[in-house]
């Protein structure tokens, strides 16, 4: 006996749908239907064409109202048991890509896994798409970039946050065109503009460092050159624009706030407010803020973040924040590597040098900074060692912080790579869609 069947027996002929999947039939009623609106058979409730509707199906009776479905009949009792549990299950004996496939083409999301299955299926893709990537599989890519793919673009379950919420198709149009920008013709344009900003605020930052554009009034106090603080003006008008918007159409405020594009999007207009208050506070000529001049020009240096935008619409730059984000145990260890190369090696170029009159190398903390320009072949070469003990600890150091440095570097090297290849699979993607 059928499910809705047994649920409600006595309900209208026009409340349910047949669907048959690879010749199990099963009636479905809307209103279960209805709970999942962005699922498949949610979506054929609001089809309203032929043409709509066989894009969701391999056939269908309008007469009977039946759907047909060339797919998995014992998959199918899972999505079942989906839309009247709200979860679901992995299948046992199920390979676990091709699980994922049968979600992703009934439109259920990953959340939805009940806990007692979540844990085992993100194992179980991270496995598979170990196994899978020199083979080039594309099918596993949106799973293997851990936070650096929820950062940019928008995910298709930060789309899904925006139901029910208020002028959610407004919210959501204007949302995925500032973040995603393979999106449509307007969203590349917005990117462009917004990249172009970038660069003028970048280049009129370091015009400003210039001596030529300095300008000096009748008691000889520097001044700002006044078109230099026009761009400067209109860039961040733009990217408090952008920043506010952005965060009126944000699915959540919340998570919004803490992703670190964001934060480095703050930070990059924050000081030219905070600058603007200090001005204000520092004409009163209150004895209290002598040092308010120098928290400005402090305040100032901190345009520098602006660089950092560039992650936004760079898959390199947003790779390279994966890679550090996932080899801390690997910049761990350069770092123990490097520190106790520097301690010993800083020792033993002392006591080696401490009797020459001609060496530099008199105290530890120049040994400090000796070993470390020597272990990480810098060599700026203004200590160096003149006794022949002290040139030969001098090559052992270097080889040594050869070795130091390749060790883990060589993982972080990878990683990179691999988080590169993949944003470049995702981006071309998005594009493509």
């Known amino acids: ?32 239907l209805k709970r999942f609106p962005q699922t498949r058979l949610g979506r054929l409730l609001c089809c309203s064409s032929d043409e709509a509707v066989l894009e969701l199906c391999d056939d269908f009776s309008p007469s009977e109202m039946e759907y047909y479905f060339d797919r998995s009949p014992r998959f199918f009792c899972y999505v079942l048991n989906f839309y009247l549990t709200g979860k679901i299950h992995l299948v046992d004996g199920l390979c676990v890509v091709s699980f994922f496939q049968e979600i992703e083409y009934w439109g259920i999301k990953e ?12 194992e179980l893709m991270k496995l598979a798409e170990d196994k899978c990537w020199d083979q080039g599989s594309d099918e596993l890519q949106r799973h293997s970039f851990d936070s650096s793919t929820e950062e940019l673009p928008a995910s298709g379950d930060d789309v899904d946050m925006f139901e029910g919420s208020c002028c959610a198709n407004v919210r959501r149009n204007i949302w995925i065109r500032l973040e995603d920008p393979g999106y449509s013709t307007s969203a590349k344009v917005m990117a462009v503009a917004s990249l172009s900003v970038v660069i003028v605020s970048i280049v009129a930052m370091c015009v400003h460092s210039m001596p030529d554009y300095h300008q000096v009034d009748l008691n000889e106090k520097e001044i700002e050159n006044p078109v230099l603080t026009f761009f400067e003006i209109i860039c961040v008008l733009y990217f408090s624009v952008e ?5 009126a159409v944000a699915p959540s405020a919340r998570k919004f706030l803490c992703g ?3 934060m480095i999007d703050l930070l990059s207009i924050m000081p030219f407010y905070v600058t603007i208050a200090c001005d204000i506070m520092d004409e009163g000529e209150n004895p209290n803020l002598e040092n308010v001049g120098k928290v400005v020009q402090i305040l100032r240096l901190m345009r520098v973040f602006r ?13 390279l924040g994966a890679t550090l984000r996932n080899s801390s145990s690997e910049v761990g260890q350069l770092v123990l590597f490097l520190s106790v190369g520097i301690s010993m090696f800083s020792a033993l170029i002392y ?4 009797e020459s009159q001609e060496s530099e190398l008199q105290t530890m903390p120049i040994g400090w900074w000796w070993a470390t320009i020597s272990m990480t072949t810098v060599g700026y070469g203004d200590t160096f060692p003149v006794t022949l003990a002290g040139k030969l600890i001098g090559t052992l150091c270097i080889l040594c912080g050869l070795l130091m440095v390749a060790l883990p570097v060589t993982n972080i090297f990878n990683k990179f790579s691999t988080f590169y290849e993949r944003q470049r699979h995702i981006d071309l993607r998005r594009s493509n869609n």
């Open 307 to 319: 660089i950092l935008k560039l992650a936004r619409h760079s898959a390199g730059l947003r790779s």
């Open 351 to 354: 006591f080696v040098e401490k």
């Open 243 to 247: 920043l506010i918007l952005r965060l």
């Open 111 to 122: 959340r939805h896994l009940d806990l007692c299955c979540s844990n085992k299926f993100h």
């Open 260 to 262: 670190p594009l964001n």
């Open 1 to 32: 006996m059928m499910y809705g069947q047994v649920l409600h027996p006595q309900c209208p002929a026009d409340c349910f749908i047949n669907v048959n999947v690879g010749g199990f039939k099963q009636r479905m009623e809307h209103h279960v």
